[in-house]
């Protein structure tokens, strides 16, 4: 008997379209199609044994969990294999074990009522013992050598994706600190204690601007001093109007003159959560994002767009509204959210 609200093979769809995205852009065909084919197969396989075992008893939320989670991991460890040296005959054998690994670790922690968070920090570490083990028998059967061994285990693409997001956090955090420093050094002090500069002259500045020209202006400020495409994608979060303004503040001399440098800091502050993050998106932004949506559509026209689609997309927008998130992947959350954005 179907469980109500998932639909494994939808689900296995959308998992495996995203993760076309997120495959390192040095993968050859060969390699791209590996990780998104067995994406999309455990994916299925996992969906429908869970879909067709009515023992299990799992209701729609404990389906997509750990289907979501076999996806996930089945896309790391693939991206692993490919880097790891191994030859391409050897890859199945060892993600059938991971996964089977983790639908057995999922199933029981479920039935026994296992927190979520417990669950994960279980299936990572069978993961990673599952993987370990099947590279141990490689070596000890001659299939590889202890070189590759050590290469292969020493892959760990999903700590790779959490140093990127940590480094672009970093980046961000560095301009805002250099553009107060910028400023520090150029601004005038008396008895130590900073000062607010007078205003520059009209054919530069607006004479007494108002808060959120400032705020435009204090982004301009950290603009100037970064690469061409992080400027780029910054811009993207802003109006058309505001974007026209921030590029011509990029153009004055002398900028940090005519700001504030602890108000500054205050509005990059409060404009921080809108700038763009290589990370992948939380249940908690995407939240945020549908709120402002929420804020300003009514929900009929909302719930109009997803009259025809699958149930447990409904399912995530109505949990939204009511300020709960509806488990499914933050990746496709995330397309249904910029689906909404371009559609009201």
């Not at 199933?107 to 599952?130: F, G, M, R, Y």
């Not at 109006?239 to 011509?248: G, K, L, M, S």
């Amino acid at each position: 008997m179907a469980i109500e609200g998932f639909d494994y093979k939808e689900f296995a769809q959308l998992m495996s379209s995203q993760a076309g995205e997120l495959i390192p852009k040095e993968f050859n065909d060969m390699q791209k199609n590996y990780v998104v084919k067995t994406l999309s197969n455990f994916t299925l396989l996992a969906g429908e044994a869970i879909a067709n075992d009515e023992s299990l008893g799992f209701n729609a939320d404990q389906a997509i969990f750990v289907t979501q989670i076999i996806a996930e991991w089945a896309f790391h460890k693939s991206i692993d294999l490919v880097h790891s040296g191994i030859m391409p005959e050897h890859w199945d054998g060892i993600m059938q074990k991971i996964a089977f690994t983790i639908f057995e670790v999922a199933k029981q922690a479920i039935k026994k009522n296992v927190p979520q968070d417990q669950i994960l920090q279980l299936i990572e570490h069978h993961v990673n013992k599952s993987f370990k083990d099947a590279i141990d028998n490689l070596e000890k059967r001659g299939v590889i050598t202890a070189e590759i061994s050590q290469k292969a285990m020493s892959q760990s693409n999903i700590d790779d994706m959490a140093a990127q997001a940590a480094q672009a956090e970093a980046e961000q955090k560095a301009a805002m600190e250099a553009a107060a420093a910028q400023q520090q050094q150029t601004a005038p002090s008396s008895g130590g204690e900073s000062q607010a500069l007078p205003a520059a002259a009209p054919s530069s500045l607006p004479a007494g601007p108002l808060d959120k020209s400032l705020k435009l202006m204090s982004v301009a400020l950290v603009l100037k001093i970064l690469p061409e495409d992080r400027v780029e994608a910054i811009l993207e979060k802003f109006a058309p109007q505001d974007v026209e303004t921030i590029r011509n503040y990029m153009k004055v001399e002398n900028l940090e003159a005519g700001l504030d440098m602890n108000y500054t800091l205050k509005c990059l502050e409060s404009i921080k959560e809108f700038l763009p993050r290589r990370k992948s998106p939380s249940q908690e932004s995407i939240l945020r994002q549908l709120n402002r949506i929420f804020d300003k559509h009514p929900m009929e026209d909302i719930e109009k767009l997803f009259k025809s689609e699958r149930p447990f997309l409904k399912r995530f927008i109505s949990k939204a509204y009511e300020g709960d998130y509806y488990p499914i992947p933050v990746k496709v959350a995330q397309i249904v959210v910029q689906y909404v954005k371009d559609s009201v």
